[in-house]
């Protein structure tokens, strides 16, 4: 008897434990609703009012921040009409001429857009399952209004690059494409009608290349590609990346298709020249190059870097030709002008080498002849005054001339120059 009743009050006391958990979670749901109720009654007559909307938008975004909140229609359509408000008084400040902070406005532009977009989300899934045709109470009036503000979202974008704010330009720019594929505008067929998405990915490609985020440069790259005008600028930006991500094949792909496309642009050429050669395929280069040479046959760069591939294929009478055409073509510069092309020194320095090398080949043979001596003796001869001329224009570069100059005044026993170059590769 005296169990049944411990086991009757036990149960007595879950059942009042249960009701107490009950009367607490309505009692705080009742305050939450009033919470609420109170919070956007607030901010509606701030609304009103026109005044101190900062505040009511910073109330309803803390009601939002509980994502219990954010099913009330209220909270999103009140945030939305502030918003409006706020919007509207900063573009009439602006068409006054009045001080107005650009950035905040452009800041308000975006959240407006992206709340009329949750809210649509919002209404949208409270007609799923619905078979009767449904009326959106709010898609096409703000649809319309952000159909008219929505360029504001492309001149932030760009507004915000100007500023090398690259993160917030790529924000707005993404806004402005994704409302190509938002219910919201549907009606209006932005992927269809808006001829400037492209150049908008293209720009949002450059903030992700920028940032150094490959996720975002490659986000928007397929519509970017669509963007004629700014193409080549597009394979350089996918190159880099690739390479960033270490996708070789894609990467080799790219500057393919660009050196292809447009082989006097500066970007592919050397980095293809680069892998090539990295890759022991010199005779991939030479081809690159030889293309590169029909399109700007005077190219220093250009017939410099051929002169480096022929002497590193020991095809060294043709590389003195192409560095004494060179040499040839710029006699008439100024000294400065001399320092300011790089390949002009590095001619002098591969006509050098590549007599240098021949003399080392023989110097190296051990059954070297009197006639082969001399021949050695007169490639040193001929390499001397090349490598002096790029000791002259490139002095601090002593890794690639005093070695060799040291060699060649030993043979041709210059005793005064061999002393000097002797003490300057001891104190090295």
């Excluded at 792909?253 to 892998?275: A, N």
């Amino acid at each position: 008897m005296k169990d049944r009743l411990c086991n009757r009050r036990r149960l007595w006391m879950r059942i009042h434990w249960k009701y107490l958990l009950l009367c607490l979670a309505c009692a705080l749901c009742a305050g939450n609703a009033f919470g609420q109720k109170k919070a956007i009654s607030a901010a509606r007559d701030l609304l009103k009012s026109g005044k101190n909307l900062d505040a009511a938008q910073q109330s309803m975004e803390k009601l939002l921040d509980d994502s219990a909140n954010r099913q009330n229609e209220k909270i999103w359509t009140t945030l939305y009409d502030v918003l409006h408000k706020q919007y509207e008084q900063g573009n009439e400040q602006l068409y006054l001429k009045q001080q107005y902070d650009t950035t905040a406005l452009f800041m308000k532009t975006r959240r407006l857009f992206q709340v009329a977009v949750s809210l649509d989300s919002l209404e949208a899934s409270s007609h799923k399952g619905k078979r009767e045709k449904v009326k959106f109470k709010f898609r096409d009036v703000h649809a319309q209004f952000l159909n008219m503000i929505r360029p504001n979202l492309y001149n932030g974008g760009l507004y915000f690059i100007h500023k090398q704010n690259y993160k917030d330009g790529y924000d707005f720019l993404t806004s402005y494409i994704s409302c190509a594929r938002e219910s919201l505008f549907r009606k209006y067929k932005y992927a269809d009608t808006d001829h400037q998405l492209p150049v908008a990915a293209y720009w949002a490609v450059y903030c992700g290349y920028k940032m150094r985020d490959p996720k975002a440069t490659l986000h928007h790259a397929y519509l970017a590609l669509k963007d004629t005008a700014h193409y080549v600028y597009m394979l350089q930006y996918l190159a880099d990346t690739y390479r960033l991500e270490g996708d070789t094949a894609r990467y080799v792909s790219s500057l393919r298709e660009g050196f292809s496309k447009y082989p006097s642009f500066p970007f592919f050429f050397p980095r293809l020249v680069d892998y090539d050669v990295k890759q022991g395929n010199y005779k991939a280069a030479i081809e690159t190059t030889d293309r590169a040479l029909k399109e700007r046959p005077k190219s220093l760069i250009y017939r410099f870097t051929k002169s480096t591939l022929l002497l590193n294929t020991q095809q060294y009478p043709a590389c003195i030709d192409l560095c004494d055409s060179i040499l040839t073509d710029t006699k008439n510069f100024s000294k400065d002008s001399l320092k300011a092309h790089p390949a002009i020194a590095g001619a002098y320095l591969n006509a050098g080498l590549a007599y240098f090398n021949q003399a080392v080949e023989l110097d190296k043979s051990m059954s070297t002849s009197r006639k082969e001596r001399n021949r050695m003796l007169e490639y040193y001869r001929k390499a001397l005054p090349y490598l002096v001329h790029y000791r002259e224009l490139e002095p601090e570069d002593k890794s690639k001339w005093a070695l060799p100059l040291y060699t060649i005044y030993l043979n041709l026993n210059m005793g005064k120059e061999f002393d000097e170059i002797d003490k300057l590769l001891e104190n090295k």
